[in-house]
């Protein structure tokens, strides 16, 4: 079975830092792009981070400078380190693949089904 689960979140104070982690199962994990995701009360879902089998990254730029994004292929896990946070980080925050994965059988053209996510408060 494909999912995705989030951990790590929680409530900090501007200027903090938290840890996300996002354990994959079901997919060849270490041939996917995978990115973490985020999505404010009235906004729409949007990507904060990404990176590739291979490891290279990219990021939004409201992110850029504050969070890492790296992963564990060994472990099949994702991690986000956000520092420097601020209020408007605030949102739930979800892992998932680049719009495509590949589950060891078929290369899949969709999303993951997206998990619960993990909330980060980020208090001012």
């Known amino acids: 079975q494909v999912q995705l689960v989030e951990s790590g979140g929680g409530l900090v104070q501007a200027g903090g830092s938290l840890r996300l982690s996002c354990a994959a199962s079901?997919?060849?994990?270490?041939?996917?792009?995978m990115g973490w995701y985020r999505q404010a009360p009235g906004k729409q879902r949007e990507l904060v981070a990404g990176i590739t089998g291979g490891g290279a990254t990219n990021y939004a730029d409201s992110v850029k400078g504050r969070f890492t994004i790296s992963r564990d292929n060994a472990k099949n896990t994702v991690y986000l380190q956000m520092s420097s946070l601020k209020p408007e980080d605030t949102a739930v925050y979800y892992c998932?693949?680049?719009?495509?994965?590949?589950?060891?059988?078929?290369?899949?053209?969709?999303?993951?089904?997206w998990g619960q996510g993990t909330q980060v408060t980020v208090s001012s």
């Open positions: 998932n693949t680049d719009g495509t994965y590949n589950d060891g059988v078929y290369l899949r053209r969709n999303f993951v089904s």
């Open positions: 079901g997919i060849i994990f270490r041939v996917n792009t």
